[in-house]
Structure formats: C-alpha cells, structure tokens
C-alpha cells in the first residue's frame, strides 16, 4: 500500500502535468488569435467595428481604442479627441501623452489624423449604450459577449477572421493594453465613457466647483510605453463645466 507521502507527491505531480497542459492551451489559442488579429484585412476589421458601434442606435458617451494592422509615422502618443460626444468639451481637440518619469498629458492644437500609439494606429470604437432593466436608464457597453447578443452578424465577421476563437478575438482586438485574448478592462484605452480602476477607484473633483470630473482618458501602460509603467493604467480627468480643470491618476497592479 503506498504511504501518504508517495500518495502525496503522486497528487502533485499529476496537478503540476494538468497545469502545465492548461498553459500550453492557453498560449497556444493565444498565438492563434495574435496571428489570426494581425492577417485580418482593414475592410475586415472595419466590418467587426461598424457591427459593434451599430449593436446600439442610442448616443454613445465615448470610445473605446481598438487594434488595426497599420503602422503611423508619428512619434509617441497622439490621441485626437472625436468631434462627436455631445456634452464633452474636450472633443476635438488632441491630446499628446508623453510619457518621462510620469505620464503627461498636453492638449495641442486639433489636425487631422487617425490616432497612434506608439507607431500603432488605433481605431475609436464608440461603445455601445444598451437599455437597463430600469425605465429609462441606459448603461455603456464594454464586454465583447454583449455586444455578440445585441447584434448576431457580428459573430460571422469575427468568424471570417478567427473561426475558433470569434468572442475572443473581439476580447483581444478591443483590449490594446494586452497581448491575450480575456476581457480586462484595464487592458482597454477609452476616451470617455468611465474608467476602469486597477485598485480601488480614485474618483477626481473639480477644483474650482467640486463636482466629481468626468474621464477623458484611459490608457494602459503597454500602449503608451515600451519600457516602463507596463504594469499600470493611466487616468486623465476633467470637469465638464471647467475643461482647464483636468487631473491625472496612475494605479499599478
Ligand atoms: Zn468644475
């Protein structure tokens, strides 16, 4: 009869060959949607994108950034706010993240341009509102499985790309902050919309009338920089009533 030792070690070993498997699976259905994200043609991409911004014909509060397969020129970080939030005075304008000891952010005068990342252009994606169970309240829209239930064709234009892997090549090409295919909203750089905190959540007030500041940006680590802050997400608020009013937050996990 074995011992309680042996018995032991024979347990391990077998959870530590099942953990091994479950990561290689892991990394392969990775690698799978990497490859299957970086051959998708721009009309495919753009197909993807149009069926999530259609999967609600309520106004949107703001965007999500989401991945393409063309390089920019431009250095750094240049985040062109769009021109259509109603309610929002920062739209319009750009925003110019430079990224030294901190993250800073500067507004610099509007031109035309598609947003870039780091020599990535990203695509505004308006997040979809959808209805609540209350009367009259509608709430932003972020994970991929909502949107696939809101709008059923979505899931053939994602099929097309990544027939395997359709709800978690949407997950993966609107989480720019991470190189897998599970939803994290930290992952996501948003313009608007609110934020999604890393810790617990560090809400901003207005200086100059005391209101909470509503979000302007958020943009994980991975996106704005090559070598540091990769761990953390960055926050850029300000007051809808006093738009020079604006405050900044990192949170690390
Ligand atoms: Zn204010």
Request: charged residues 20%; aromatic residues 8%.
């Given at each position: 009869?074995?011992?309680?030792?042996?018995?032991?070690?024979?347990?391990?070993?077998?959870?530590?060959?099942?953990?091994?498997?479950?990561?290689?699976?892991?990394?392969?259905?990775?690698?799978?949607?990497?490859?299957?994200?970086?051959?998708?043609?721009?009309?495919?991409?753009?197909?993807?994108?149009?069926?999530?911004?259609?999967?609600?014909?309520?106004?949107?509060?703001?965007?999500?950034?989401?991945?393409?397969?063309?390089?920019?020129?431009?250095?750094?970080?240049?985040?062109?706010?769009?021109?259509?939030?109603?309610?929002?005075?920062?739209?319009?304008?750009?925003?110019?993240?430079?990224?030294?000891?901190?993250?800073?952010?500067?507004?610099?005068?509007?031109?035309?341009?598609?947003?870039?990342?780091?020599?990535?252009?990203?695509?505004?994606?308006?997040?979809?509102?959808?209805?609540?169970?209350?009367?009259?309240?509608?709430?932003?829209?972020?994970?991929?499985?909502?949107?696939?239930?809101?709008?059923?064709?979505?899931?053939?234009?994602?099929?097309?790309?990544?027939?395997?892997?359709?709800?978690?090549?949407?997950?993966?090409?609107?989480?720019?902050?991470?190189?897998?295919?599970?939803?994290?909203?930290?992952?996501?750089?948003?313009?608007?919309?609110?934020?999604?905190?890393?810790?617990?959540?560090?809400?901003?007030?207005?200086?100059?009338?005391?209101?909470?500041?509503a979000l302007i940006l958020q943009l994980p680590g991975t996106a704005i920089s090559r070598k540091h802050l990769h761990e953390g997400t960055f926050y850029l608020f300000g007051c809808a009533q006093h738009p020079e009013q604006t405050s900044s937050v990192a949170q690390f996990g």
């Amino acid at each position: 009869m074995p011992s309680l030792t042996m018995l032991a070690i024979g347990l391990l070993a077998a959870a530590a060959i099942s953990f091994a498997v479950v990561v290689i699976r892991f990394n392969r259905k990775r690698r799978a949607i990497v490859r299957a994200a970086a051959a998708a043609t721009e009309s495919q991409l753009e197909a993807i994108y149009t069926l999530v911004e259609g999967s609600s014909t309520l106004p949107a509060a703001g965007h999500v950034l989401a991945r393409t397969n063309r390089r920019s020129t431009a250095p750094g970080c240049i985040i062109p706010i769009p021109e259509e939030l109603p309610g929002f005075p920062w739209a319009g304008r750009r925003i110019e993240v430079a990224v030294a000891k901190e993250v800073e952010y500067r507004f610099i005068e509007p031109a035309p341009g598609a947003p870039s990342l780091l020599g990535k252009v990203v695509r505004p994606v308006r997040v979809p509102r959808y209805r609540t169970g209350r009367a009259g309240t509608t709430r932003n829209a972020f994970a991929p499985e909502k949107y696939l239930a809101a709008c059923p064709e979505l899931r053939a234009a994602l099929a097309e790309v990544s027939p395997a892997y359709p709800t978690e090549l949407l997950a993966y090409l609107l989480c720019i902050g991470g190189e897998t295919f599970e939803f994290e909203p930290i992952n996501q750089a948003r313009i608007g919309t609110s934020a999604a905190w890393v810790q617990s959540p560090e809400h901003q007030n207005c200086g100059e009338c005391g209101k909470r500041m509503a979000l302007i940006l958020q943009l994980p680590g991975t996106a704005i920089s090559r070598k540091h802050l990769h761990e953390g997400t960055f926050y850029l608020f300000g007051c809808a009533q006093h738009p020079e009013q604006t405050s900044s937050v990192a949170q690390f996990g």
